[in-house]
């Protein structure tokens, strides 16, 4: 399955990059009453990725679940192929933008068409799923851990090569045209290498009973959705779940994901739309060196949780993270050189351990008889995004001409929020344990 994560991340750091270009080139005429031409572009740039944010993170949520059903039922490739085919007509329809200049707008009916393939959340899901199925039990851990750092290096990779891509043939072409065309290829031998020459094993169909706790993303693009040895899409119960939930530990354990879910994903969606603007106004290669400064904290979040997790709780893990990105995120507002906002990106290395470790302690709170009620709870984060995303998006253009920073302060308070009820619950273990990432292993 490597080669299918490998290939597929590079695409979608050439869409990525592609994607941003263009919309700042389609915004750049835009015109807003008592707007200036530069506060303009940010509005029409911010409302076209508040819509587009809110459809990737709504309309898969059906989608994957029936696609993991499909998964559980015998179907394994299934949740991969049928994603990477929509996320295919998304490309080809960026494509066809460029080439006949079609209105920004298709790109809404196009995202709504892949994303009813079950999306990023359907397609990791189905990723580790047959890792864990293609392994052996003594194995898994490393082969799991291998493919998290591939796809974290492909991101890195292609983040860092996709700006310098986008202006090639520029003359000729069209700006951004080859970036496409480049991130099409690669998606299609992506899609082929998982219809054609992905095998999977027969015997590996089990007959436990399914649990819908880790198919959602709380994080976007965050592969840290790890299936039990049961290896279904839908994950069993874990054995450690208690008789009776701990509805204490359960309702801040949740409040505490809502905020960090809200603050980290309100800020990062605001973040592409700053970065392109005076004083920073970064050019394609700039914003591919941005990318790539993500993709490194992947990786410093992976290796820092291998580095603490036999000497901290799954609390301390939790607030650790929490402080990472609530200071990165605070000194952001007041970035004003590219200098500055490497050195503040850099203050985020443990951002991404929290999500996956307040997951892996609600499924330690919830029993097997309170799945229903679980998901109920989990997709609540996911809805949560039609009042935070549209409430960032607004905060960042009514203060773009006095403070465009505020959007991050206000990030950075939400985590510090957020922080409060994971300080008051109960930590699952003692220090020393095995910690969150045999948790992610395990499901």
Known sequence: VEPTVVLQQLSSTFFDTALLMVVKERSANASYPDLSRGDSQQKAMSDFYMVYNLIVKLVPI??????????????????????????????????????????????????????????????????????????????????????????????????????????????????????????????????????????????AVTARAPRILDLFDVVKK???????????????????????????????????????????????????????????????????YGNAAGCMIFLTSFLGLLLFRRCMNDVALILLGMISFATGIFFMTFVTTTTTFYLVRSLNLFALIPMPTIRSLLSKQVPSSSCGEFCALTLALKFAGLAYIPAFTQLYQRT??????????????????????????SPSRPAGGEGAMSDWQKG
């Open 62 to 203: 059906l989608p994957a679940l029936l696609l993991a059903r499909l998964g559980d039922r015998g179907w394994r490739r299934a949740p991969i192929v049928v994603s990477l085919s929509g996320y295919l007509v998304a490309r080809v329809g960026l494509l066809l933008l460029l080439l006949f200049r079609l209105p920004l707008e298709v790109m809404f009916g196009l995202v709504v068409v892949f994303e009813l393939g079950g999306g990023y959340c359907a397609f990791w899901s189905g990723v580790m799923t047959l890792t864990s199925i293609g392994t052996a039990a003594e194995e898994r851990s490393k082969v799991i851990m291998g493919v998290e750092l591939l796809y974290g290096m492909a991101g890195l990779v292609g983040s860092l090569v996709s700006g310098h891509l986008y202006p090639l043939l520029s003359s000729s072409l069209g700006s951004g045209t080859l970036l496409v065309a480049a991130s099409i290829l690669l998606h299609v031998l992506s899609l082929l290498q998982a219809a054609v020459l992905l095998k999977v094993r027969a015997s």
């Open 222 to 288: 965050s592969p840290t959705e790890v299936p039990e040895e049961g290896s279904r899409l839908l994950p069993p119960t874990s054995h450690d779940a208690p008789a009776r939930s701990n509805k204490v530990n359960v309702l801040l354990l949740l409040l505490a994901a809502m905020f960090y879910d809200a603050a980290v994903s309100g800020a990062v969606d605001i973040l592409g739309v700053f970065v392109v603007k005076e004083p920073l106004s970064w050019s394609a290669a700039q914003v591919g």
């Open 400 to 425: 773009l001409d006095w403070f465009p920073g505020l959007v991050f302060m206000l990030s950075s308070v939400l985590t510090v929020v957020g922080m409060i009820p994971v300080s008051l619950a």
